[in-house]
């Protein structure tokens, strides 16, 4: 009995199975449907008394026009029952979906949370397309919910044009996997790096001597032989994958992409990659990205991405099929949320460019069945496909199910 929430703009709507909660919403619309049909019936059928006419006017002239009186003022008491009535449910949806708004008249807001979420009036009066006559800033519903409201307080208590807060400079990222995203513009000076301009190498040394501190190990650290050694039946070769693009492959989008390898090496090919990253065990993965002369992006695979349709000629994912479901769209293992993001994938990815599903996971057969039908629902022609098994090194757990594909997207319409 779980639920899909779909992100639109800065809110979410959410759709949910049958429930209790849902069930009662359900009769107490009945119940007001049933009620404004009475109503109406009441309204249409009563006749006035004769004893309630005026003196001075004769009954039977005077019925009609009072009956349309009546009819009139029973017609605007309905309209008004109507109109309490959707508040009320707006409310109870809002109540069921676990969803609430801020209120910037909250004096427990600070002050530039308040600013922020304060409503203004567009400078050139109503727009006549729109019309829409103020600007809302957005924020996401899900920052409303009690276990990141408090986390988006204490993101926003700060003192305007003073350096920021430093007591947690992972706040951000913790209200990035609490779905409140994206993040409210702050009015206060970001922190300096403490690395030293002198240790930067030019690039492209920069990409294997970022001269900032290594991470981790594998996709969150340097690791020189991803794409470029085969391990496992699943790996592919990025000089194999670019010579199926035949020159095509010039910029691309790595989602979840780690510390940057696979941007790294696609650098070295002239092929430039975003990497959407989240900070990861509290290491500074956008920043050592950064430091590599790559591009990275503060984004959760959940958050619709922010570019246009068609503008990229390869999408590489490694892990972030299991990412994108979570949190804004409930379990990542559930259908509808993989479906998210696979669309959104095909939205920013051009008719021929080349989607590269790379060592997905597969928690089992039923997973990577689930996995194919929807991609084989986008109409991808194959280019490679392998599907293999790794052991742990120390062979002491059961061997794991990997996925890798490599698609072309189809010309549509």
């Not at 005077?62 to 009546?70: D, E």
């Not at 003192?159 to 995203?181: I, T, W």
């Not at 000089?239 to 696979?262: C, P, Q």
Request: net charge positive; with cysteine; hydrophobic share 40%.
């Amino acid at each position: 009995m779980g639920s899909v929430s779909l992100k639109i703009g800065d809110g979410t709507a959410r759709f949910r199975r049958a429930t209790l909660c849902s069930s009662a919403l359900h009769l107490l619309m009945l119940a007001s449907v049933v009620t404004t049909n009475l109503f109406a019936l009441y309204a249409f059928t009563l006749s006035p008394s004769p004893s309630s006419a005026p003196l001075l006017i004769d009954p039977g002239t005077a019925a009609h026009p009072r009956n349309i009186s009546l009819i009139s003022e029973n017609v605007a008491l309905i309209v008004r029952e109507i109109e309490a009535s959707e508040r009320r449910l707006h409310q109870i949806e809002r109540e069921l979906a676990g969803y609430d708004t801020f209120d910037p008249a909250k004096s427990s807001l600070p002050p530039d949370l308040k600013l922020f979420l304060a409503r203004n009036p567009l400078p050139l009066g109503r727009d006549a397309r729109s019309g829409i006559t103020e600007m809302v800033s957005s924020v996401a519903h899900s920052c409303a919910r009690s276990s990141a409201a408090d986390l988006l307080n204490r993101y926003m208590s700060y003192k305007p044009a003073a350096p920021c807060p430093l007591d947690d400079p992972f706040l951000p990222q913790k209200l990035v996997a609490k779905a409140c995203e994206p993040l409210p513009r702050r009015r206060c000076l970001s922190s300096s790096t403490a690395t030293a301009a002198a240790s930067r190498l030019p690039f492209p040394q920069s990409l294997w001597s970022p001269g900032t501190k290594n991470p981790g190990a594998g996709v969150y650290g340097l690791d020189k032989q991803l794409w470029i050694k085969p391990r496992w039946k699943s790996d592919f070769l990025i000089d194999a994958v670019l010579a199926l693009g035949r020159g095509g492959i010039r910029i691309g989008f790595d989602i979840g992409g780690g510390a940057g390898n696979f941007a790294a090496r696609m650098a070295e090919r002239n092929v430039t990659i975003v990497t959407s990253t989240i900070e990861v065990g509290g290491k500074q993965m956008n920043e050592f990205i950064a430091a590599r002369g790559l591009f990275p992006l503060l984004l959760s695979p959940s958050q619709r991405f922010p570019f246009f349709d068609s503008v990229f000629d390869l999408v590489h994912t490694m892990n972030a099929l299991d990412e994108g479901g979570a949190p804004a769209l409930g379990q990542a293992s559930r259908t509808q949320a993989l479906e998210f993001l696979l669309f959104d994938i095909d939205r920013v990815l051009r008719p021929g460019g080349f989607f590269w599903l790379d060592n997905y996971l597969c928690a089992g057969d039923e997973r990577k069945r689930m996995v194919t039908r929807l991609i084989e629902r986008l109409a991808y022609k194959k280019l490679k496909w392998e599907v293999g098994e790794k052991a742990e090194a120390s062979g002491t757990e059961k061997a794991q199910l990997y996925l890798s594909a490599l698609l072309q997207k189809p010309a549509r319409g």
